[in-house]
């Protein structure tokens, strides 16, 4: 088992708490991930959320996602840990750690933002519906009279600290 942290970097412009939002629905995570017997990352993107619970064969309790590897046929599975981290205008331009991901057999690779994002204006209670499908959003805060964005997505995989101790 092995914890892998997704960190993302980003320029936030008057918006903070760059998070999913899971207030109605658990948001969907799109990674590629790589098989950790044969090497060969999946075609397409795979999804995974908190919510969802799969069976691991031999009765080794389940994981949020559980996979066969199309190449080897070796099952992997992962699972989310804790909840996701929010990305904050003091975080703009640094990698910080927003999702940590429990993994057995699998690591993820490549990841893409998608749509179902959320943040409130920096200096104003207002909540926007983020979209990052095209790895950048703008917007404008009519209550504090202010353009806003987030641009320069970038995303990297680190291994192994996870969330801290304690949290949940
Ligand atoms: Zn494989």
Not at 37 to 47: G, H, K, L
Not at 110 to 121: L, Q, V
Request: glycine fraction near 8%.
């Amino acid at each position: 088992m092995t914890i892998i942290d997704l960190q993302i970097k980003a320029e936030l412009l008057n918006v903070t708490a760059l998070v999913p939002d899971e207030e109605e629905t658990a948001y969907n995570w799109h990674f590629k991930m790589r098989c950790g017997s044969c090497n060969e990352t999946t075609a397409n993107f795979v999804t995974i959320n908190s919510v969802e619970g799969n069976q691991i064969s031999g009765s080794r309790g389940d994981a949020n996602l559980v996979m066969r590897c199309k190449f080897c046929k070796r099952e992997a599975s992962a699972s989310i840990v804790g909840k996701p981290v929010e990305y904050t205008d003091a975080d703009s331009g640094k990698f910080v750690r927003i999702l940590s991901l429990e993994c057995r057999g699998l690591e993820p690779v490549e990841f893409e933002p998608r749509d179902g994002w959320t943040a409130r204006g920096a200096d104003s209670k207002t909540r926007f519906a983020i979209d990052l499908t095209e790895g950048e959003w703008y917007d404008y805060d009519e209550e504090a009279g202010l353009e806003v964005s987030v641009t320069e997505i970038e995303h990297r995989f680190e291994r192994g600290r996870g969330p801290a101790k304690g949290a949940k």
